[in-house]
């Protein structure tokens, strides 16, 4: 085999897919095996040897085999170290180079005695003088239904190799990152709630899939434990395999009542724990096998689910069709898994993709039924209010009683704003893990499917941030603390931003989406840039909900060369004048329909007004039934007269990053790994820690430029670490600039950071411009 034209050498690495000589139930000697003359079979590679044909007879999967491949490498890779990378395959191997043993993975043997399974990616190192390598892999297995070399091997330089393994790496935490926040949420939403049996059981399934995502593909939990037992890690794999299925007809059954119910669940359960107990009992070749069967079952149970969606619209359960096209998704992938599973085609897997989409798609459903219950409740409290007022009125007796009932409410809105502020910091932390995950996923080499992938997640977490801060700042309205930032920013980079979101939402659609700025508008301004994004996504996130072809658009102007006038046009569905006049009351819903895209939380335009009277505009709206709505506000910008300095200050500034000493403290492992991904491309020294005493040690050894610290830390937190820095700093005459990093967004902490000394605050989720930016505006 020569990979001297392979077309992707140009990334500087090969697939040594293809066919491969093949010697069954043979252990050849490496260092002769080019010179032997005997014959061989012709096997493909990847690909297993189940179906192989030998002598008349097909092998099955048990066995031993020696395979053998001649490679013919570039000039330019001679005499350099190369990576040889295996993918995860379910057999155990030995792989020699040249004679030489490269790497090996679990105990080759030629009896099951002697033969150990591991499933785990191995990487090994080559140095050739020479442009031919001989390789050969003796492959045996005893343990599991599927026998040979099921995966992909890439040769190639280090660099494109460890690319590949970070990029799959990243892939993986990511996925498990997403389940692990959603699971958690809707755990500790029942434990709030536990008349909700719903958030429990689907928490319990995100569950199920994150065990099932960490011993696949990269098996991260094999870096944990390597040496872990083999029929443990395949008893977790499978128990995923075992009870999702379950686990999601008794989520999706909830909300319906039909005819024996019950006894479906309870069957369903009653089959996962038979399949499970069986494995638990048998061999691990007898657990893997289980898969050629369960599938069915699988499949059985999916359609199922969609059935019980179909049954859900047809009852009028709201956000049922949402919910049904999820399940298609995750059924399609199934399928595909299915044909792959039988060797009928050789693809990826893809149905890890389908129940993420899914997952994720009925965490946001279920998202808006609890933010719908959250405003019936309110509308409850509020009647029961009045209620208590009027009493009040007529029995004066018992005003003692009415004072003590308010007290408890008041106590009980306490209460709630405080779980409220606590939860948005839990959610916080994660979701910049999520987002910031998402980003470098975003940048990476990836197909144009996973690049859509992506863009959902981003569409969905800036979707679920949006939802966030709106409940916030109704908590904060309600106590009179909701405020504006006004600080310098590029009002294009503000609808670049936007415009990215919402052409992606008129993919597969007949709507057009566009962004006109006048000519007279200053792009360089100061303002509450967060407040006005958070304004412009609420109103064109109702455009799209009620335009199902046609155009949205939005467009920026300039009145009396003060007054900054934003237009949402759509060529939606209208509303009357009646509706009108009720728009920008909370909670109220424009449109009563069942239909999917007419829901919402029925905050967003409230808290829009709300936020444009504090910036001293004002907001209006026309609308004509069936023809369409523009809503139109207008609010005073400072136009910065810094405009022109800007890009030389900028590039001078862009410069300095890259000898930009920087340190970053952090507890959480990931907020580290993603800042540093962040930076590491442009600030030329990064020096990381958890936090603690370790943190002190590396401030008082280096002289940084910049500190960016998160301020809620065991040990040491934020503000007990920035007065020992500043001590250090004052004995060495020396001022750093330190940038607290929180996922606290109350007023009372940011009024906290900046009493304390920082020189500025960046609040989670963050993306690689707010870093940038922030150090940008505390360096100049």
Not at 63 to 76: M, R, S
Not at 182 to 207: G, P, Q
Not at 398 to 416: C, D, Q
Request: charged share 20%.
């Amino acid at each position: 085999m020569s990979i001297q034209n392979d077309p992707i050498i140009k990334n500087e690495f090969a697939n040594l897919k293809g066919e491969w000589k093949f010697f069954w139930n043979e252990s050849k000697n490496p260092n002769q095996l080019q010179n032997l003359e005997s014959e061989s079979e012709i096997i493909v590679v990847p690909s297993s040897w189940n179906q192989k044909m030998i002598h008349g007879k097909k092998l099955g999967s048990t066995g031993y085999a020696t395979y053998y491949l001649q490679v013919k490498i570039p000039e330019d890779w001679k005499n350099k170290v190369l990576l040889l990378r295996a993918d995860y395959h379910a057999g155990a191997y030995e792989l020699f180079v040249n004679g030489l043993l490269s790497q090996s993975v679990g105990m080759f043997g030629t009896k099951k005695e002697t033969s150990k399974n591991v499933h785990a990616p191995s990487i090994g190192y080559i140095y050739s003088n020479s442009d031919i390598l001989n390789i050969v892999i003796h492959e045996s297995n005893f343990e599991h239904r599927v026998g040979g070399i099921g995966r992909e091997i890439y040769l190639g330089l280090p660099k494109a190799i460890n690319s590949i393994s970070n990029e799959r790496r990243i892939s993986d935490l990511f996925s498990i990152s997403v389940l692990f926040i959603i699971s958690l949420y809707y755990f500790f939403y029942f434990l709030i709630r536990n008349s909700d049996k719903s958030s429990l059981i689907f928490s319990i399934l995100c569950l199920f899939l994150l065990i099932r995502a960490l011993v696949q593909n990269e098996q991260i939990l094999r870096e944990y434990f390597p040496n872990g037992n083999y029929k443990l890690f395949l008893l977790i794999e499978y128990s995923a395999m075992y009870f999702a299925p379950s686990l999601a007809i008794h989520f999706f059954s909830l909300p319906i009542e039909f005819r024996f119910k019950n006894k479906i669940i309870i069957s369903c359960y009653t089959i996962s724990i038979g399949y499970f107990v069986y494995a638990l009992i048998v061999d691990t070749l007898s657990i893997s096998n289980t898969v050629l069967h369960f599938q069915y079952i699988v499949l059985i149970l999916s359609l199922s689910a969609i059935g019980l969606n179909v049954l859900a619209i047809t009852k009028k359960i709201k956000h049922s069709w949402l919910s049904l096209g999820s399940m298609f998704v995750a059924l399609v992938t199934i399928i595909i898994d299915m044909l792959i599973i039988q060797e009928k085609i050789q693809i990826p897997f893809t149905a890890s993709y389908g129940l993420i989409f899914m997952i994720f798609t009925q965490g946001i459903i279920l998202a808006v039924r609890h933010s719908e219950a959250f405003s019936t409740n309110e509308q409850l409290t509020n009647e029961l209010t009045l209620f208590n007022e009027n009493l009040e009125n007529k029995v004066n007796e018992r005003t003692i009683e009415l004072n003590s009932a308010i007290e408890r409410m008041e106590k009980s809105v306490k209460a709630r704003n405080d779980f409220l502020a606590n939860m948005s910091h839990e959610i916080r932390t994660p979701m910049n893990i999520i987002s910031g995950m998402a980003e470098l996923l975003d940048e990476s080499e990836l197909k144009p499917e996973q690049k859509e992938y992506v863009s959902i997640f981003n569409i969905a977490n800036k979707t679920l941030l949006n939802v966030l801060n709106d409940v916030l700042d109704l908590s904060k309205l309600e106590q009179g603390f909701l405020s504006i930032d006004t600080h310098e920013f590029r009002i294009d980079h503000l609808l670049n931003d936007l415009n990215k979101i919402f052409q992606f939402k008129t993919k597969g659609t007949l709507l057009t989406f566009n962004i006109q700025i006048e000519k007279d508008v200053p792009l360089l301004v100061k303002g509450d840039s967060n407040r006005i994004s958070q304004i412009l996504f609420n109103l064109l996130s109702n455009a799209f909900k009620f335009t199902n072809d046609g155009q949205v658009s939005l467009s920026l102007s300039l009145e009396n060369n003060q007054y900054f006038v934003f237009t949402v046009k759509d060529t939606g569905i209208g509303m009357t004048e009646e509706k009108i006049n009720n728009l920008f009351i909370r909670f109220y819903q424009a449109h009563e329909s069942n239909q999917i895209f007419q829901r919402g939380t029925g905050l967003g335009l409230a808290i829009s007004k709300k936020l444009v009277e504090l910036m001293n505009g004002n907001i209006a709206v026309k609308s004509t039934l069936g023809i369409g709505s523009e809503f139109v506000f207008k609010i005073p910008l400072i136009i910065s007269t810094s405009a022109i300095l800007e890009n030389s200050q900028l590039k001078q500034t862009k410069e300095q990053f890259h000898n930009l000493k920087v340190l970053i403290v952090d507890d959480v492992q990931e907020n580290l790994l993603i800042v540093k991904k962040f930076l590491e491309k442009v600030a030329f020294r990064i020096s990381l820690s958890s936090g603690g005493y370790e943190a002190v040690t590396l401030f008082d050894e280096n002289l940084f430029d910049i500190v960016l610290m998160d301020i809620q830390m065991p040990t040491l937190n934020g503000f007990e670490l920035l007065k020992i820095f500043r001590k250090i700093d004052a004995d060495r005459f020396k001022f750093t600039p330190i940038i607290a990093f929180t996922a606290n967004v109350t007023l009372e902490e940011q009024r906290e950071i900046e009493e304390a000394g920082f020189n500025g605050f960046l609040s989670k989720p963050v993306s690689k411009k707010d870093i940038f930016d922030k150090f940008i505006e505390v360096l100049r």
